[in-house]
């Protein structure tokens, strides 16, 4: 059985309830949908919410502070963006890897897990074989160590790391999306000083030059390890 929801207020009570009733601490993201509604599939324990001018519209998840999120691997959107979807959301990993994929089309994922809290992800999470606008992904994210981007094309790149928790990143197998001139001395615009490794593997020559020239003339990286592997 579905149900739909006109306000997110809405939709947030009966999210709430319908964990208190069921004893779980969890919906699964299920999608999105041109309506704009956003949805709860009963049978399935899953919610689904709505596009708005090519974005998908999330809630103020802050106020589900006892409630998660699940995601699927599967983040396709037929070029939807997911800007600010999941800001301030608990967001339930699961054992073994956990991954995100979001496909072939260019999307922009700006603010997508901003202030949200990553829990039962071993601490760790991959993206891969996406095309990307990455602006303050993880922003004043919690929860996660190490992030890895695989098989994927990536753009704007300011704030993706900064004031998170993130201590590692690797890129394995990445490229920019466009052709990259201004990044140069650029680092504390990007990464948080506490990160302790970055690490580039088998990337486009390009994307490195881009990624280390973000640290020429910058302070506070004293203690980062740069690996860059074939």
Not at 60 to 67: A, I, N
Not at 113 to 126: G, I, R, V
Not at 130 to 147: A, E, P, R, T
Not at 176 to 193: H, I, L, P, Q
Request: with cysteine; aromatic share 14%.
């Amino acid at each position: 059985m579905y149900k739909d929801f006109r306000t997110s207020q809405d939709f947030i009570s009966e999210y709430d309830e319908l964990c208190k009733k069921q004893c779980i601490t969890s919906l699964k993201y299920g999608g999105s949908q041109e309506l704009n509604m956003y949805t709860i599939d009963y049978a399935a324990n899953e919610f689904i919410l709505p596009e708005v001018n090519d974005r998908i519209i999330g809630v103020d998840w802050t106020k589900l502070p006892y409630r998660g999120i699940r995601l699927p691997e599967n983040m396709y959107t037929c070029g939807m963006s997911y800007d600010n979807t999941f800001e301030g959301a608990r967001v339930l990993g699961h054992s073994g890897n956990n991954k995100l994929s979001f496909g072939d089309d260019y999307i922009r994922v700006n603010y997508m897990f901003h202030n949200a809290d990553f829990y039962n992800f071993s601490s760790e999470l991959t993206v891969v074989d996406s095309i990307l606008n990455v602006d303050s992904m993880f922003y004043c994210s919690k929860g996660l160590q190490h992030v890895i981007f695989k098989n994927c094309e990536l753009a704007g790149l300011t704030n993706v790391f900064l004031d998170s928790e993130v201590r590692h990143v690797t890129f394995d197998n990445c490229s920019n999306r466009y052709a990259v001139n201004d990044y140069e001395g650029v680092a504390t615009m990007v990464f948080d000083r506490r990160m302790d490794t970055l690490t580039l593997k088998n990337c486009e020559d390009e994307f490195v030059t881009s990624i280390i020239s973000m640290f020429d003339g910058v302070d506070g990286f004293e203690n980062l390890e740069i690996e860059i592997l074939d």
